[in-house]
Structure formats: C-alpha cells, structure tokens
T-cell receptor, first 108, second 114 residues
Framework: KNEVEQSPQNLTAQEGEFITINCSYSVGISALHWLQQHPGGGIVSLFMLSSGKKKHGRLIATINIQEKHSSLHITASHPRDSAVYICAVPYNTDKLIFGTGTRLQVFP | KAGVTQTPRYLIKTRGQQVTLSCSPISGHRSVSWYQQTPGQGLQFLFEYFSETQRNKGNFPGRFSGRQFSNSRSEMNVSTLELGDSALYLC?????????????FGPGTRLTVL
C-alpha cells in the first residue's frame, strides 16, 4: 500500500464544474503539499497546509489531520486548470513522498 | 526574484555514459532537493542538500550522486547510465531545511538514455 493515495486518478469535467481531488496518507505528518504539474513538466506549489483550510482564488485546500485526509477543490473550473495535481507529504521530515497524481481535463 | 533554474533542459545520452545536471535555487534558499519522475514510478525523492551537506538520500543506487556549492547551486551526477534512467529530473529549493516549508520547483531536465 502506498503511503500517499490520491483519488480519482483521472477526472474529466465541463467548464464551470466544481472539482474535488482527494489525498489520504498513512504516515504522521507536519504539513501537506498540493502541487500542480502542466504538460511540459514544470511543477508549481499550490498550497502547503498543516491544519484547517486555505484558499487562493478558485482553489481551496482542506486537511483533517486526525483522519489523515486532505482535499483540493476547484470552483468554477476552467480549461486552463487542466493539469496533473499531486499531493506530497514529508516523511519523517527527511524527504517528500508523493501521491500518484490526479490528471484533470476540463473541457469548454 | 528569479525562480529555480535547471540546465540543461533536455539531454540525450547513450548507455554507459555519465551526465551532470545543474540546479540554481532561488536567491537566499539554502535547501535544494532532487527528484526523479518516470511514468512507471511517479515522483521519487533522490536527495536533499542544505548548506553544502547532503542531509538525506532516497532509495537510489550509488550511481546517483550530488553536491552543493557554497552559493547553494547544486549538481547531480549519474554515472554508467542505464535505459531506466530516462526520466524528468526536477530540483526544488526552499529557504529552510526539512519539508514542512514551501518548495519551489525548477522546470526540470528531461534525460533520454539511448
């Protein structure tokens, strides 16, 4: 079993839809990262959170430390949101371990 | 502030050769970490450097090595290349050591081994 699991693996949406991507982890953590990777490879850090909720524009990230679960929500999705979304957690603060990613495609 | 830069962006090598990749972190950042991304294994941690010291290393063979210079720039080296080393190699920088700080990723170096 992977220490970081994401669901769904693939997601297709129509422009304007509300999107939810889930991340569950089995290790104790001090923080969780949500990353976005566009075709071509570059990775952008969207959020780092250790409790509660963070919001940036149309993106919202939540985390429940007790349940070892985090969600990334995208409101009013747009084709430019099409990307792979990856959650990552520090393992013993020594390294980052990554989920397998969720590939999102938003169609006009 | 300039972002994290990686050179070269693309590289083609043949089996048995060696390769050196470079990463320049954001100015003031002292932590640089390296990752390998392949379609089969996803993103995997290679190693992390902080103030010229390797703090941690992932589960990779000794053919993978790295170093960090006094200006925080980092290089990773892969010797005796194998076909399976074909991957996107990413580095990330952070102002502090450990990974409960925001990580800033470079654009990556795509290595193809023929």
């Amino acid at each position: 079993k992977n220490e970081v699991e994401q669901s769904p693996q693939n997601l297709t949406a129509q422009e304007g839809e509300f999107i939810t991507i889930n991340c569950s982890y089995s290790v104790g953590i001090s923080a969780l990262h949500w990353l976005q990777q566009h075709p071509g490879g570059g990775i952008v850090s969207l959020f780092m959170l250790s409790s509660g909720k963070k919001k940036h524009g149309r993106l919202i990230a939540t985390i429940n430390i007790q349940e070892k679960h985090s969600s990334l929500h995208i409101t009013a999705s747009h084709p430019r949101d099409s990307a792979v979304y990856i959650c990552a957690v520090p393992y013993n603060t020594d390294k980052l371990i990554f989920g397998t990613g969720t590939r999102l495609q938003v169609f006009p | 502030k300039a972002g994290v830069t990686q050179t070269p962006r693309y590289l083609i090598k043949t089996r048995g050769q060696q390769v050196t990749l470079s990463c320049s972190p954001i100015s003031g950042h002292r932590s640089v970490s390296w990752y390998q991304q392949t379609p089969g294994q996803g993103l995997q941690f290679l190693f992390e450097y902080f103030s010229e010291t390797q703090r941690n290393k992932g589960n990779f063979p000794g053919r993978f090595s790295g170093r960090q210079f006094s200006n925080s720039r980092s290089e990773m080296n892969v010797s005796t290349l194998e076909l399976g080393d074909s991957a996107l190699y990413l580095c990330a920088s952070s102002s502090l050591a450990r990974f409960n700080n925001e990580q800033f990723f470079g654009p990556g170096t795509r290595l193809t081994v023929l």
